[in-house]
Nanobody
């Protein structure tokens, strides 16, 4: 079992930055791929960024060059550094985990956090 707890969300002006954190429980964190997803009101949950067990990273086109995902296995934590934020980045951001490699589909993750709200004002 893996439990995930997100933090770091908040209200920021367009152009600003936030860093989200996701702290995990469990003894085999290093074997997991971690993904960040987001869901805006009235929209489906979508893939934002992911990092595989070997630290290979993946990004949605909409966030490439602005967001950076990283992991710190000793701390069992994954981060999402978000720069140059836009109003369209406003959403609840979720952390998710699955074995080994990143899949960009919301349906292929075994564990989910509760989410953290990110609001970007124009």
């Amino acid at each position: 079992q893996v439990q995930l707890v997100e933090s770091g969300g908040g209200l920021v002006q367009a152009g600003g930055s936030l860093r989200l954190s996701c702290a995990a429980s469990g003894r085999t964190f290093s074997n997991y791929a971690l993904g960040w997803f987001r869901q805006a009101p009235g929209k489906e949950r979508e893939f934002v960024a992911g990092i595989s067990y070997n630290s290979r990273t993946y990004y949605a086109e909409s966030v490439k060059g602005r967001f950076t995902i990283s992991r710190e296995n000793a701390m069992k934590t994954v981060y999402l550094q978000m720069n140059s934020l836009k109003p369209e980045d406003t959403a609840v951001y979720y952390c998710a985990a699955r074995q080994l490699i990143v899949i960009m589909s919301v349906h292929d993750y075994d564990y989910w956090g509760q989410g953290t709200q990110v609001t970007v004002s124009s």
